[in-house]
């Protein structure tokens, strides 16, 4: 196990209300880790609409889930906040000097004065392939929405899947890889329409090819798919690459002893604080009266939140409220130089 690392907030989930909620800390001198179980900073904007355009974002008129979550990296920068990804939160305990032990799947242990909940509706996980004993190739031919794919240079890979992550896999593949299979359970894919005329393209030179049914069976070499027709067809392959989409789960955060209403954490509305103090929930993981799941209200929610973390953080202290059009302060943490009067 990692030692423990010792910070004045940790944020769990990396999305978009996460992302603003380390950079309202920053503002306050307040710096954090960030733990997702995502590969990427993003959360479910670019992991379920990353190309899908976005209209309610304050002062742009249009972005996309991928858009919005590189716009929130690049305003954070400044506070070089420390990202962990690829763990989710695993336990969450109250020390005897008030602090917050928080272990994640990775083995990391942080002791943090605030928490911070952002985690939307769940930690997003890939979809398993239901197929039994697969688990075993896990990490060594079966991969999941691998982030690289420099790994599968002159192998054999199948991708799994018919949406447009898979497409999009698929048509990376073809200048690394010896061959290229795209697996899906019927003769439909859903992509953009670049995408799918790019595929009929490397289809028609061979480059890719298709295979419609399911997997039934599989060996260290060969994959065997039942096909609509009831035949039995085997494709050898070194790598397999599952794209069949995320999900996403409540996880341990049912088992960290939060008060849960509707699988969501009962806040109140001046800090957005749980029912235990120093733990902080916002976005679509909170609920209170009127809540609205918009990505516009979980800023809001942030922005307070980090100011009764402050009080924690920093206690005694009067903390004046500071704009970012005058403070010097603010423009010396930002980075940027004073705006000419």
């Known amino acids: 196990m990692s030692s423990a690392i010792e910070t ?4 769990i989930g990396a999305g978009p209300v996460g992302l603003f909620q380390a950079f309202q800390l920053g503002l306050l001198e307040i710096f954090c880790h960030i733990v997702d179980a995502q590969p990427r900073a993003g959360g479910q904007c670019v992991a379920l609409y990353g190309d899908k355009p976005i209209y309610d974002i304050p002062g742009t ?46 083995g990391q242990t942080f002791l943090a004065r ?31 929405h691998p982030e690289s794919l420099e790994r599968f240079a002159g192998q054999r890979v199948i991708v799994q899947g018919g949406d447009d992550a898979a497409v999009d896999t698929a048509l990376a593949l073809v200048p690394l890889a010896a061959q290229v299979v795209l697996l899906h359970r019927r003769d439909v894919f859903q992509a953009s329409d670049a ?33 609509p027709d009831a035949r039995t067809v085997e494709l050898p392959f070194d790598a397999w690459i599952g794209c069949l989409g995320i ?43 009127g809540k609205k799941k918009l990505i516009v209200c979980g800023f809001h929610e942030a922005t307070l ?37």
């Open 195 to 227: 995408s799918l005329a790019a595929l009929r393209e490397h289809i028609a030179a061979g480059r890719i090819t298709v295979a419609i049914g399911q997997p039934s069976g599989f060996d260290d070499a060969k994959l065997q798919i039942a096909t």
């Open 8 to 11: 004045d907030a940790l944020i």
């Open 114 to 144: 605030t928490v911070f909940i952002a985690a939307g509706v769940g930690a997003f996980v890939p979809k398993r392939i239901a197929l039994a004993g697969v688990e075993r190739l896990e990490g060594t031919r079966l991969f999941y």
């Open 247 to 289: 999900s996403p789960r409540l996880g341990p955060i049912a088992d960290w002893g939060l008060a849960l209403e509707r699988k969501q954490v009962p806040v109140d509305t001046e800090k957005f604080e749980t029912r235990e103090p120093g733990v902080f929930a916002v976005g679509d993981i909170n609920t209170y009266p």
């Open 61 to 106: 008129p249009v972005t996309t889930g991928r858009g919005l979550a590189e716009s929130l990296v690049q305003q954070v920068a400044p506070f070089k906040p420390q990202f962990h990804f690829d763990q989710q939160v695993s336990a969450l305990a109250r020390q005897d000097d008030g602090r917050w032990q928080v272990g994640t799947s990775a």
């Open 305 to 341: 939140a980090a100011w009764a973390a402050a009080a924690i953080v920093f206690p005694g202290r009067s903390i004046p409220l500071q704009y970012t059009t005058t403070s010097t302060r603010l423009h010396e943490l930002l980075g940027v130089d004073r705006p000419a009067p």
